[in-house]
């Protein structure tokens, strides 16, 4: 069994920053074989891709709404993966998720194989 706990949501005002982390574990489960991602989903809205990064960290990509902005970061040897959120605004606001993918990255919400509970982040205006 797979487990991905995301961590490091809260309120902030916006033009601030927030840093999101997402831990994971599993009997079996070897995180650096993994690509993962983090989506996004506002109050009535579908889940979307926000950034994502292949299994090595050699590799990122970003949705258009968060690039430069946003950085997505691995550390392998804590099965940890990480979002540094900047110059955050009002549309920000959302659950953030954490997802795992085995092999290639991808920004296909049903290409990835393990998610998290989420995690809400507040943007104040």
């Known amino acids: 069994q797979v487990q991905l706990v995301e961590s490091g949501g809260g309120l902030v005002q916006a033009g601030g920053s927030l840093r999101l982390s997402c831990a994971a574990s599993?009997?079996?489960?070897?995180?650096?074989?993994?690509?993962m991602g983090w989506f996004r989903q506002a109050p009535g809205k579908e889940r979307k891709f926000v950034a994502a990064?292949?299994?090595?960290?050699?590799?990122?990509y970003y949705a258009d709404s968060v690039k430069g902005r946003f950085t997505i970061a691995r550390d392998n040897a804590k099965n940890t993966v990480y979002l540094q959120m900047n110059s955050l605004k009002p549309e920000d606001t959302a659950v953030y998720y954490c997802?795992?993918?085995?092999?290639?990255?991808?920004?296909?919400?049903?290409?990835?194989?393990?998610w998290g509970q989420g995690t809400q982040v507040t943007v104040s205006s």
């Open positions: 990064i292949n299994w090595s960290g050699g590799t990122t």
């Open positions: 997802a795992a993918k085995r092999g290639l990255w991808s920004i296909e919400v049903r290409r990835f194989d393990y």
């Open positions: 599993g009997r079996t489960f070897t995180f650096s074989s993994y690509a």
